[in-house]
């Protein structure tokens, strides 16, 4: 149930709880998914947030999962800081224009999966 998965120069290992038959050596590709979209948003906050000349202090993003059968029915992320809260509210829209993981998923991207 181990996987390990290239991305550039870097080994990303995924696995699945001993429970579920791995050996839980890694996080589940779920986790990575949900660790994907609040990496990447608070990225795009950084982003905006330096180029505004704005300083951020204590962001955090956490994303979580709502279950459907085998799929994310809903994922709901939050945003905390230690900065103040209209500074934040002022770059949520330009960050969530700017992040390609939370675009791709609430456009659903076409998946295409064909043998090589």
């Not at 204590?58 to 800081?81: K, L, Q």
């Amino acid at each position: 149930m181990r996987a390990v998965t290239r991305a550039g120069r870097f080994e990303i290992v995924t696995d699945e709880p001993e429970t579920s038959g791995g050996t839980d050596t890694g996080p589940q590709p779920t986790d990575l998914l949900l660790a994907s979209i609040s990496s990447c948003f608070v990225l795009a906050l950084a982003f905006v947030a330096k180029r505004l000349g704005v300083v951020l202090v204590g962001i955090e993003v956490r994303a979580v999962g709502s279950y459907d059968g085998p799929r994310f029915a809903r994922i709901s992320m939050s945003v905390t800081s230690d900065s103040p809260r209209e500074v934040l509210e002022g770059l949520m829209p330009e960050a969530e224009r700017l992040c390609y993981v939370s675009n791709t998923l609430n456009r659903q991207a076409e998946l295409s999966i064909e043998l090589g």
